[in-house]
């Protein structure tokens, strides 16, 4: 028995090594290549500095009609040569429209998740202190990059972050800065409390950046995320919204030609029929007094109004044979009664 736990002892431990060994070089794979990378960008920079040396001087002097951003000092041009090594990213895209109120979420409503990167072998940095920083979410201004610059520096990333309307409470409301896990970070808990119609260009995009500043650490810069661009509108905007398709517990205003607050809308409330639920059933068991109360209605109409509720599925009736019936008496109608529901 000893001797038996003895060799599964030493099973244990070779596998065990062998995992160690696979780790080291792992980690060695990373850092030659870092290395490399780090001397090849040296090279480079040695080549280089004499011709940048002769191309501040001669910019010194252009003519003002020279293609050239006045922005762009001596220290921004030393601050491009940065070593970018890693790179903060959002991993899955926003949908075109968020509403005021609404947890931000991804197209697919689930939670917005940004990565760490190496910036040369493009994986996620899940091991060692960068993978636990604390990142900060900013809002920043939509036209940003939509000139297609992707190499943009600190200084420009920060020179577009959008702050509170004056007069109005914080543009965002929630947890701001995020603890990355494995080189993770979540947005769980972050809303608007204000829409983008009073910019520009009307949209947003979602900005994310490491808490410490880039002096603290080292040379390296980790270059900060920028989401797509979307809009923001106010929550109210939503409730008046026809979905595509509605649910049964929606209001009745939701059909379609069955404008809110419409004729139509107003003698189905006045019929007590204020969902589609009450509207399916009313269709199911007295199709001729629904009619009755839509008298105005055009049969084009009428038929559009019916095919869309059709379509929301309904417990009520069996799913084996689950269609409505689509032949009804009509009562006759003159032309006169043929009226749009505005």
């Known amino acids: 028995m000893r001797r038996g736990t003895k060799y599964a002892e030493r099973i244990t ?10 780790a080291f070089i ?31 001087g001669r910019t010194q002097g252009a003519p003002t009609d020279w293609n050239v951003n006045p922005r762009t000092s001596l220290d921004h041009r030393i601050e491009k040569l940065e070593q970018v090594e890693f790179q903060l990213q959002f991993a899955n895209k926003l949908p075109d429209t968020i509403y005021t109120k609404d947890k931000i979420r991804d197209v697919g409503d689930e939670f917005v998740q940004i990565k760490l990167i190496d910036t040369i072998s493009r994986k996620t940095i ?4 960068l993978s636990s920083m604390e990142i900060q979410i900013h809002v920043l201004n939509g036209d940003f990059g939509s000139d297609g ?13 959008v ?24 947005i769980e808990d972050l809303s608007f409390s204000d829409n983008s119609s009073w910019i520009k260009c009307r949209k947003f995009r979602l900005g994310a950046r490491v808490v410490q500043s880039t002096s603290n650490m080292g ?16 929550h109210r905007s939503k409730r008046i919204k026809k979905h595509h398709l509605p649910s049964l ?9 069955v404008t809110r607050g419409g004729k139509f809308h107003t003698r189905l409330i006045d019929s007590y029929i204020q969902t589609i639920r009450k509207f399916k059933l009313m269709y199911k068991t007295n199709p001729i007094k629904l009619r009755e109360i839509l008298k105005d209605c055009s049969d084009s109409d009428w038929e559009v109004i019916v095919h869309e509720a059709s379509c929301v599925g309904d417990p009520l ?3 084996t044979t689950g269609q409505l019936p689509h032949e009804f008496p009509v009562p006759h109608q003159g032309s006169a009664g043929m009226q749009n529901d505005i």
Not at 28 to 53: C, D, G, V
Not at 126 to 129: A, L
Not at 150 to 156: A, L
């Open 249 to 257: 517990d929606d209001e009745v205003w939701h059909l379609k030609k």
């Open 126 to 129: 899940e091991e060692g202190p």
């Open 219 to 234: 040379q390296a810069r980790i270059k900060e995320a920028v989401s797509e661009t979307f809009a923001v509108m106010d």
């Open 149 to 161: 610059h992707e190499n943009w520096s600190e200084m420009e990333f920060n020179a577009k972050i």
């Open 163 to 186: 702050h509170q309307r004056e007069g109005k409470g914080p543009l965002v409301k929630g947890k701001l800065k995020i603890k990355l896990r494995g080189g993770v970070g979540i």
């Open 13 to 22: 431990e070779r596998a065990f090594g062998r995992e160690i060994d696979r």
């Open 317 to 319: 009736i069996n799913p």
């Open 26 to 56: 792992r980690v060695l794979e990373r850092e030659l290549e870092r290395a490399i990378q780090r001397w090849i960008r040296q090279m480079e920079e040695r080549e280089t500095n004499p011709l940048m040396k002769c191309l501040i």
